[in-house]
């Protein structure tokens, strides 16, 4: 099969995002668990918000149109409400951050605008109110019953503030979806194990893992297959039972590399099996179609070396795993920088450079980590991201506005 755009990658991984059915398994969770959860049912607006005009400001309600020192004749604080009778011509009442403004009053002069006695309040010449200032009108953040939030929407700190809002004090998520993730290689030894010298431990299923459980699915490791057709076949069957799975090694085209004549023997069908990207450039997507016992399964085998298991993964196996979690329409994060120090490449690909983001108040800057390719974990460790290189660019100077892929 031929090789693909990079573009043309996520293009595709996108489309079969779209052919999947909807989520429907869910579970009710306590709002406190539910960060990071992908809400599985809308949130409405229980009561019009704010439920009450609201005071913006510490200061005192009058009536705009009314001219010169106003008698203050109370005071309502955030948790009351004014109970005397409406604000008439010339009256004030002081009012609190939060508090309902009194009926008859359009609006709030603050605390730091006037000269208030005991008696009276005096407004300072070039604070005069308008209607409305510091005033936030009932109903004008939602109404009852809008749809504040909709299924599909990965719950943040943002989006559990405005649940609890409402009173959603419990809330329908999605179950998360289980992603095998299958290491292969002769070489490879457990963590806990003591590598001899030709042998390397299994870093890449430890990524995998994480990065699942950083994209709200729930890893099922299982131990790293050798290069031979037995134990694929073994492995790769022993993982079906999961909605997506994760192979790292063995789909470059050395005599050893049989993860894809394996998963072809089991019925895979293939979309992609090479990207023009370095590193990842053999990375393959795939799909073994239901069976009478078994659903479909998403098929990602990754290139072994540890970098372009990440990149790969980030870019076209996080939007799958994110999908079947019930989320709409994910993507890979990226950014856009400013470069901090000239970038030089050969052209042909697109090309993901191991870079450290710095961020201020009003800049973002990027530099490459100067790393030593697909296996250096150590100068990947030190970037947080990776700054993308159009395949028709050789060198990028300081100053130029790159995009960066976030981790
Ligand atoms: P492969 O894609 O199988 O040709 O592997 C490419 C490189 O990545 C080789 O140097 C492998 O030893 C290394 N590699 C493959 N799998 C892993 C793994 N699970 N953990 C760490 N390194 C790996
Ligand atoms: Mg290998």
Known sequence: MALITCQEALDLVATH????????????????????????????????QPPFPRSARDGYAVRAADHGVRRLVGSVRAGEIWMGAPLAEGETIEVMTGAPAPDGADAVVMLE?????????RISGNHLPRAGDNVVPRGQEARAGDVLLRAGIRLTPAEIALAASVGAAELDVYTQPVAAVLATGDELVAVNRTPAPHQIRDSNSHVLAAL???????PRLLPPALDTRESLLEHITTARDARLLLLSGGVSAGKYDLVEDVLLSLGAEFYFTGVLIQPGKPVVFGRLPATDTHSEQWIFGLPGNPVSTLVTALLFAMPMLQALGGELSPQPRFVQATLAAAVKVRPGLTRFVAAKLSSSLHAVKVEAVGSHGSGDLAGNARADGYIVVPPDVESLAPGATV?????
């Open 403 to 407: 995009t960066v892929l976030l981790r």
């Open 17 to 48: 995002i779209a052919t999947l059915s909807p989520r429907t398994d869910v579970e009710r969770v306590p709002l406190e668990q539910a960060l990071g959860r992908v809400l599985a049912e809308p949130i409405y607006a229980d009561r019009d």
């Open 113 to 121: 605008h006037v000269e208030a006695t005991a008696a009276e309040v």
């Open 212 to 218: 699942v459980s950083q994209h709200g699915g729930v």
